[in-house]
């Protein structure tokens, strides 16, 4: 979706790739932000936002990615377990080196006041973890991982 936004006299170019997911990925003015709309403080008016057809006729290389620096980025593949929402570690109920089955509770994250249980997305043994009760957590931040 792409917007374009007045806060004071300026106007600023603003695209933004998928609204449902969290963090929402914003675009503005070719910069990249990680954007949790729950944590606002207010609605925007909406007079001050229109949609448009396209942000600009130069297009602006890809920002990197913005990653706090307390938060390791989940690697990629069947090992990690990523936070799938910012929240508070509240209780873990593994162990490193105890075998898990698929669906089993690995932890549960406190997130906008409600307790959401993490759940093994596969069979393994748990080979780390990197969290602990009270942590607060981002996003895709690695959890726990599995040995195999």
Not at 87 to 103: A, P, Q, R, T, Y
């Amino acid at each position: 979706m792409k917007l374009r936004v007045k806060i004071d006299d300026t106007f600023y170019e603003v695209e933004i790739e998928n609204v449902t997911t969290r963090p929402v990925i914003a675009r503005v003015d070719g910069e990249t932000f990680e954007v949790y709309p729950e944590e606002a403080a207010g609605p925007t008016p909406a007079a001050a936002v229109q949609e448009v057809p396209s942000l600009s006729a130069q297009p602006h290389p890809p920002a990197a990615p913005i990653t706090p620096p307390q938060a390791a980025a989940a690697p990629t593949g069947g090992k990690a377990v990523p936070a799938p929402i910012p929240g508070v570690i509240l209780s873990i109920s593994v162990k490193v080196g105890e075998e898990v089955s698929i669906g089993q509770e690995l932890c549960i994250l406190e997130a906008m006041k409600m307790n959401n249980a993490i759940r093994a997305n596969r069979a393994g043994k748990i080979g780390a973890i990197h969290v602990t009760p009270g942590d607060h957590v981002t996003h895709n931040q690695l959890l726990m991982e599995f040995t195999d």
